[in-house]
DNA sequence: ACCTGAACACCGTTCAAGT
DNA sequence: ACCTGAACACCGTTCAAGT
């Protein structure tokens, strides 16, 4: 409408804006156009505040975990409890990763836009860090912990919206037709993987946050020594 | 050119050309456009084959996962080597599956188009049911065993590629200056991530098979009674 | 059944121009 | 500095029409 310097929006203001987008109407939606027109600008004014999508992106992750709650834990308890305590906190903040970023939809697709070495990440990992050592772990095997923690909350993530996001192509195929890898239609003998049959009412719920909430338990026993 | 039911193009002979775009232009090159372009034919025709580009991303899942080795275990090394060979194995598939995924650029973005409910997504469970149950799980256990050691492979190809996928922008721009959530430029101050300092030349490799082998084995550590 | 060509409603990004 | 409007080179998908 009106050219001009006139009323400058916080990069707060167009997070905000990107993210009420991104859980009304999911990732697809995050456009530059999209985000721009939901502020009121055009796409070519959002390039005044992000050079490129991909900038908007990772600004959205740090945005994210800027709200991570990594909790707290007093010297009263890293020094009596022992690794007990620490490994329940770690167990939390897993947990608080996960939620963060399962309670957005197309999170994942957030993460990938580039590496997690914002301040907000760094906050993330340092925590990690810290915990890890206060089990006793040298400062070597810890980094290689604090990452391993990460690529499973992660990588939970990843297949847990993968198993969301097809509801509707689903829908319209024939479950029980399946098309393989040379394209030829067959029946999905369930027989053949009988053990795959026999949990499948489990597969059914394993992404709950139980299932989740499990794996770290094993994973952290492995990690901790 | 001329219409009409000339010649069929197999599905094997679409979904390798969206494999040799996927390896020669990345994951954004893999359009319907673009696929059919190199096939010689137009956008339309390739809904003849696949009703969406969700169906073709699907496709080229199941195609890489036919190319996944599940090597082999004999009857012997199960019931006289015990557990140890065993986890030797699933080592080997992890290593395999990461392998396969790692080797095609954007091959997280292809997961991550459906669920893993496939014959040969199916075939690699079902290998791993097989080989946790013959550590002594339960088949409940054995179902989340097989399905973290999944979530692991997954969110290290993950976190992977959002490390690789950035190298054009973050050239473009000072590695010292950085954007906070609330957009105001200030310096990452890493005296205030003292250990994740000490650690970054760690960090730098730890993306590696290494790196990967070392918490797949921790992990199995911690799922293997 | 398999294909074409045109069209619809979108993308990210660039650029000259305005205030 | 911040913004607009037009443009470029793309998307996925649908539809009527041809053989």
Same mark, same amino acid.
């Given at each position: 409408?009106? /050219?001009?310097?006139?009323?400058?929006? +916080?990069? @707060?203001?167009? *997070? &905000?804006? !990107?993210? &009420?987008? #991104?859980? !009304?109407?999911?990732?697809?939606?995050?456009?530059?156009?999209?985000? !721009?027109?939901?502020?009121?600008? +055009?796409?070519?004014?959002?390039? $005044?505040?992000? /050079?490129?999508?991909?900038?908007?992106?990772?600004?959205?992750?740090?945005?994210?975990?800027?709200?991570?709650?990594?909790? $707290?834990? +007093?010297?009263?308890?890293?020094?009596?409890?022992?690794?007990?305590?620490?490994?329940?906190?770690?167990?939390?903040?897993?947990?608080? #990763?996960?939620?963060?970023? =399962?309670?957005?939809?197309?999170?994942?697709?957030?993460?990938?836009?580039?590496? #997690?070495?914002?301040?907000?990440?760094?906050?993330?990992?340092? $925590?990690?860090?810290?915990?890890?050592?206060? +089990?006793?772990?040298? *400062?070597?095997?810890? !980094?290689?912990? @604090?990452?391993?923690?990460?690529?499973?909350?992660?990588?939970?993530?990843? *297949?847990?919206?993968?198993?969301? %996001?097809?509801?509707? %192509? =689903?829908?319209?195929?024939? /479950?029980?037709?399946?098309?393989?890898?040379?394209? @030829?239609?067959?029946?999905?003998?369930?027989?053949?993987?009988?053990?795959?049959?026999?949990?499948? $009412?489990?597969?059914?719920?394993?992404?709950?946050?139980?299932?989740?909430?499990?794996?770290?338990?094993?994973?952290?026993?492995? *990690?901790?020594?």
């Amino acid at each position: 409408m009106r /050219p001009g310097p006139r009323r400058s929006l +916080t990069h @707060a203001e167009i *997070l &905000d804006a !990107a993210f &009420d987008l #991104l859980e !009304a109407k999911g990732f697809a939606a995050v456009s530059v156009r999209g985000v !721009a027109g939901s502020l009121g600008i +055009t796409p070519t004014a959002l390039y $005044t505040y992000y /050079p490129s999508k991909n900038a908007l992106l990772r600004g959205m992750v740090e945005h994210l975990l800027a709200r991570l709650d990594l909790g $707290t834990l +007093t010297e009263a308890d890293s020094a009596e409890v022992g690794v007990a305590a620490v490994r329940a906190r770690l167990v939390r903040i897993a947990l608080s #990763l996960r939620e963060l970023l =399962a309670g957005h939809a197309g999170a994942l697709g957030l993460i990938m836009s580039g590496p #997690l070495d914002g301040p907000n990440a760094m906050r993330l990992n340092e $925590t990690l860090l810290e915990q890890f050592c206060a +089990t006793g772990l040298s *400062l070597d095997d810890a !980094a290689r912990a @604090a990452y391993a923690l990460q690529v499973y909350a992660l990588g939970s993530i990843a *297949l847990e919206s993968a198993e969301v %996001d097809v509801e509707s %192509d =689903a829908a319209t195929s024939d /479950p029980l037709i399946v098309t393989d890898a040379s394209g @030829a239609a067959l029946w999905t003998d369930l027989a053949r993987f009988p053990m795959s049959e026999q949990t499948m $009412t489990l597969v059914a719920e394993r992404n709950s946050t139980a299932q989740f909430a499990w794996g770290v338990e094993r994973l952290l026993a492995g *990690l901790i020594g």
